[in-house]
Each structure stands twice: as structure tokens, then as C-alpha cells.
């Protein structure tokens, strides 16, 4: 009886304390399948550095030490912010992120543009915002609105408004064109900010995750490059679908001679047939080079036949294929211009950290020119994104773009956020003259964004410093745009 009962009671323990061993096995063994499989394939978990560009500085440097190197030089740079009096506290939230993550060390000067003056309450809140200079500057009319002749066309309007019938993102918003061709052609031209050799393009209510103790315009300029992103993403289809048409015709035109970096935006279509008319017409794609070609063979031999006049080696089949290929239509690609397409990649604008003369000076200018006076920054709903990136695109070689991926990002709801460096890490250091400025910052506000972030791990392949990253898939692992970068840098192509 006792024994029995013992017996059972063991039982009864091994029974829960087995289970629970063995769901825990399970647990644990799919978790490590799940972390090893997602690292696998992922960008996010791994060293992507090639000889063509990496990070500038992995994790944290100290500030101080930084700047005193007898070779660094604070550069001739400026932030460029587009906005309206409406948007102060958005335009607050991003001066104080970029101060607090960057600018409390650097000190680098603003420049504010808007087409309507701004009012004095968002001078003063601004300009107590931050202890670097701001420039406040009001656009013209020239520079913010469609000529006049466009502008009293009756299609402006109409198409402008057809955009929004069809559903077009900000189609239907004429400031939003305004807006976007601006960015596209005129900012390089206004005065504040032609003063300056580098800018770096900001939005309100954007977020910085990590710091940033070294200064990016001078490893720009000390490692020769002229264009950084962190985002790298598709274009939406319907608002630029004659971007590219324009853009090869001018290509041509001007006999543009492109740069290595052309290939990371459009797709390329098999062009090995480009002497033969009729397989040209055929073929697009890899899938049907075969095909063709033993129809192409057994078309010659059948040709061949009838010229030495052997009517009796006539193939049947043959003959069909011959009279098939008479009737049918080549393949048209609409998209499709000089055997290339637009991919849609683009580098997004709303971050830039950039040269002002790749824009200002050379071919980009003439390029925006040829694309106003073809209307699609009005018939169509071009970005300055993708237009900035097909210029580039034309222009530089893969050495010439630095992808900043140690600057964690959010503008609207994609954001890139890396894992901290590891062995790399500084205490955070203020600079304190900076503290006079937190005083006033809504407490609350911050204390609940602190808890919806995430303090990264260390790793070896970080390259983060200090990063507390929001809760959300990184843009890395979830952009294909972003694995033809990958490609095209580590020369996998
Ligand atoms: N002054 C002014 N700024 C604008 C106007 N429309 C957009 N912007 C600015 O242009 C930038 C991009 O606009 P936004 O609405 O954020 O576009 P999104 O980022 O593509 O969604 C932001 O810095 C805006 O503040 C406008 O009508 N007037
Ligand atoms: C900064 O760069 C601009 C544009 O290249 C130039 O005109 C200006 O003289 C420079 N300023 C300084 C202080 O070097
Ligand atoms: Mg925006």
C-alpha cells in the first residue's frame, strides 16, 4: 500500500516535471532553429562591410579625442529642412532627436525653408532648440510653383485631379507636387543653401536611434564619397510611370556615358541577341533563350532547304513554327526602353547626406530641366526620390555612395536600427553646454518613448552605437531593393 502509493506519487511528479522538460526541449530547440534561420538569410544579423563601402567608424569614439586629431576639420555643412509654421512640433521633435543623438558635439547649422514666411512664435521655439545657428528662408515664387504657362493650362488641374481619382498617393495634392519638384531641382539653387559644400536632408518627426559620435561630412569627404542613404526601398508603381522613358531619352540624347552604379536601378533585360532582329524581338528573358533558339535552328534548316530547292526534306513542323512566328506579335514590355526597365529602387530623400554640387553642378541640372519640361512632375506624381536616384544613378560609381548603416532611422513607419558594436561601447558623455537646452522637453513624452525602445545587444558584426531600436522588423531584411545593393557592393554580379 505505501510503497504503491510512493510509487504513484513519483509518477504523479515525474509525469509534470517530464513534460514540462520535454515542451521546454521543444521550445528551446525551435527558438535556436528560429534564431539560426532568420540569421541565415538575414542582413540585420550579419557583417555586410565590402571593399566598396562600409560603416565609417564601428561603434562608439569619444567625441573630444575625435576632434582633436590633428587632420580632422569641421566641414562646410549645413541640415536642410523643407516646412510649415503648422509643423512646429514635429520640427522641434526632429531638432531635438538629431541634437541629442548628434549635433550637441558637432554644432552644425540649420537652414529652414518654406514657401509662406514663418511666424515668429517658430522662430523663437526653434532657435531655442539647439545653440547652432538657423537660417530661416522663404522660397519664391520661381522656386516653389509651376511656371505660370503650366500653371494655366486647363490638363494642370485636371490631371492633378484625375491622380486622385485614381487613387494615387498624394496625387490629388498639388503642395505635394509642388513639394516634390522642388526637392527634385531647386533646393541646390537656393542661396542658403548653395553657401554650403555638404548637406544633410531632414523632415520633421523623424526619430535617431543611435549616437553618432564622429562626424559624417568629414569621413565623407576624407574618404572621397558624395552621396549617403540608410534607406533603400521600391518605388510605388503608378506614380512614376513614365519616369523612365524620359530618362532613357535623355540618356540618349546626351549621350550620357553611365557610371558603375547605373545597374543597381533598373533591371536589365537579355541583350545578348541584340544583332539578330528577329531573336532581339523574342526574347526578353533568360527562360526563352532555349526555346527559341531550336525553333530559330530548326526555322534556318527548313529555309535552307527550300533554297537548295529539296521540297521533299520539307520539315512539317518547321513550316508551322515559320508561319507561327510570322503571325505572332513580339512580346511588348511597356516598361521596357533600350532592353532596360526601371527597378523602382530608390534611395529615400527624406534622409540625404550629400554633396550640394552633384546636384548643382554637371549633368543632374540638365537632367531635371529635360524631366520638367516633359510635365511628369505634374502629369504624374514623380518623387524627388526616384528622380534623384536615377540621376545619381547615371552620374557615380558604387564608391561614390556610402550606405550609413550605423544611423538607426524612422520616418513614418519604416525604420533601420543596427545591434551595438560589441567591445566598442562608451559611456554617454554630454556635452555641457548642450544641457541648458533639455530643460523644457516634455518628461513625459520622453519617459514613454524610452519604454517602447529597446537597448540593443552587443555583437561583434554591430556596428551601432549606443542604439535603443524600436520594437519593429528592421527595412534591412524586408527590401529587395535593398539586397541589390548587397549584390552590387560585394560584386556579386
Ligand atoms: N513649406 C512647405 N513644406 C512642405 C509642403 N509639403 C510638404 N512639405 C515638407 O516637405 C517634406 C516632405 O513632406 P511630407 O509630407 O513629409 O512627405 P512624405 O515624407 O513623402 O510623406 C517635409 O519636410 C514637409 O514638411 C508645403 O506645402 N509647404
Ligand atoms: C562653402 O562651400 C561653398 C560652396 O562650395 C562656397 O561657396 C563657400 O565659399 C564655402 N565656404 C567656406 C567658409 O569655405
Ligand atoms: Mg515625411
Not at 66 to 84: K, S
Not at 108 to 127: A, G, K
Not at 232 to 259: D, Q
Amino acid at each position: 500500500m505505501q510503497l504503491r502509493f510512493k510509487a504513484r506519487g513519483y509518477w504523479k511528479v515525474w509525469k509534470l516535471t517530464g513534460i514540462w522538460l520535454f515542451m521546454a526541449l521543444i521550445w528551446t530547440s525551435g527558438t535556436k532553429l528560429r534564431t539560426r534561420s532568420r540569421r541565415a538569410n538575414s542582413f540585420a544579423y550579419s557583417n555586410i562591410d565590402t571593399s566598396k563601402d562600409s560603416v565609417f567608424i564601428e561603434g562608439c569614439v569619444d567625441f573630444q579625442l575625435y576632434r582633436q586629431q590633428p587632420e580632422y576639420a569641421a566641414q562646410n555643412a549645413t541640415f536642410v529642412m523643407l516646412t510649415r509654421n503648422e509643423e512646429l512640433r514635429g520640427v522641434l521633435a526632429t531638432i531635438r532627436s538629431m541634437e541629442r543623438h548628434f549635433n550637441q558635439w558637432y554644432q552644425y547649422p540649420y537652414v529652414l525653408l518654406n514657401n509662406e514666411p514663418f511666424d515668429s512664435e517658430f522662430i523663437r521655439q526653434v532657435t531655442a532648440a539647439t545653440r547652432a545657428k538657423v537660417h530661416f528662408g522663404v522660397l519664391s515664387e520661381l522656386e516653389w510653383d509651376f511656371p505660370p504657362e503650366v500653371r494655366e493650362k486647363l490638363v494642370f488641374r485636371e490631371s492633378i485631379e484625375d491622380q486622385g481619382d485614381r487613387g494615387i498617393m498624394y496625387g490629388n495634392l498639388e503642395s505635394y507636387h509642388k513639394m516634390c519638384r522642388f526637392y527634385a531641382g531647386a533646393f541646390y539653387k537656393h542661396s542658403l543653401v548653395a553657401q554650403y559644400e555638404w548637406y544633410w536632408r531632414i523632415e520633421p518627426d523623424v526619430e535617431f536611434f543611435c549616437d553618432l559620435t564622429y562626424d559624417p561630412f568629414y569621413e565623407m569627404s576624407r574618404r572621397g564619397k558624395k552621396y549617403g542613404f540608410t534607406v533603400f526601398i521600391g518605388e510605388l508603381y503608378w506614380t512614376v510611370p513614365n519616369l523612365f522613358r524620359h530618362t532613357r531619352s535623355f540618356i540618349r540624347k546626351n549621350k550620357v556615358k553611365m557610371g558603375t552604379l547605373w545597374p543597381l536601378v533598373v533591371r536589365s533585360y537579355n541583350t545578348d541577341f541584340d544583332d539578330d532582329e528577329v531573336l532581339r524581338r523574342f526574347i526578353n528573358f533568360d527562360s526563352e533563350v532555349e526555346p527559341e533558339l531550336s525553333k530559330e535552328l530548326k526555322i534556318q534548316q527548313l529555309l535552307e532547304n527550300v533554297k537548295k530547292a529539296k521540297s521533299q526534306d520539307v520539315d512539317r513542323e518547321a513550316l508551322e513554327l515559320l508561319i507561327e512566328r510570322a503571325s505572332r506579335k513580339p512580346p511588348i514590355l511597356e516598361d521596357k526602353f533600350d532592353g532596360e526597365e526601371f527597378n523602382l529602387c530608390h534611395f529615400w530623400s527624406n534622409f540625404e547626406i550629400a554633396r550640394v554640387d552633384i546636384f548643382s553642378t554637371g549633368l543632374y541640372s540638365d537632367y531635371f530641366k529635360f524631366l520638367e519640361e516633359s510635365g511628369g512632375f505634374w502629369s504624374e506624381r514623380w518623387g524627388d526620390a526616384p528622380v534623384h536616384t536615377l540621376g545619381l544613378g547615371m552620374m557615380l560609381d558604387v564608391e561614390d555612395v556610402h550606405y550609413f548603416r550605423d544611423i538607426g532611422y524612422q520616418h513614418s513607419t519604416l525604420a533601420h536600427c543596427p545591434i551595438n558594436k560589441a567591445g566598442r561601447q562608451l559611456p554617454y558623455v554630454e556635452n555641457v553646454e548642450y544641457q541648458g537646452l533639455l530643460r523644457g522637453g516634455n518628461m513625459v513624452q520622453k519617459v514613454l518613448k524610452d519604454l517602447s525602445r529597446v537597448q540593443e545587444p552587443e555583437k561583434q558584426y554591430g556596428v551601432g552605437c549606443r542604439c535603443k531600436c524600436p520594437r519593429k522588423r528592421d527595412i534591412e531584411d524586408t527590401s529587395q531593393c535593398f539586397r541589390n545593393w548587397y549584390d552590387l557592393t560585394s560584386g556579386d554580379r
